[in-house]
Nanobody, 116 residues
């Protein structure tokens, strides 16, 4: 079992920046990939950024160039730094973690609201 807790959300003005953190606990030694997804009101959840255990990163097109995903040295934390925020970045941001040969775990999510 892996538990994920996000922090760092809130209200941000357009053009601003934010940093989200996610702390994993439990069977963290089994975690491989970690990442972030988001869900805007009335829309499906979409992947924002992912990072493999080997350090490869993937970003959805709409955030590429203004987003950085990183992981802590202990591999039980993952961060998301976003800049040049837009109102369309508003949504609930979820941390996710994949366990080797196991399921994907999700955090409960943190609200990010970008005001115009």
């Amino acid at each position: 079992q892996v538990q994920l807790v996000e922090s760092g959300g809130g209200l941000v003005q357009a053009g601003g920046s934010l940093r989200l953190s996610c702390a994993a606990s439990g069977s963290t030694s089994m975690i491989s990939n970690m990442g972030w997804s988001r869900q805007a009101p009335g829309k499906q959840r979409e992947s924002v950024a992912d990072m493999t255990s080997g350090g490869r990163t993937f970003y959805t097109t709409s955030v590429e160039g203004r987003t950085i995903i990183s992981r802590g040295n202990a591999s039980n934390t993952v961060y998301l730094e976003m800049s040049s925020l837009k109102p369309e970045d508003t949504g609930v941001y979820y941390c996710k973690a994949d366990v080797r040969n196991g399921p994907r775990y999700w955090g409960k999510g943190v609200q990010v609201t970008v005001s115009s």
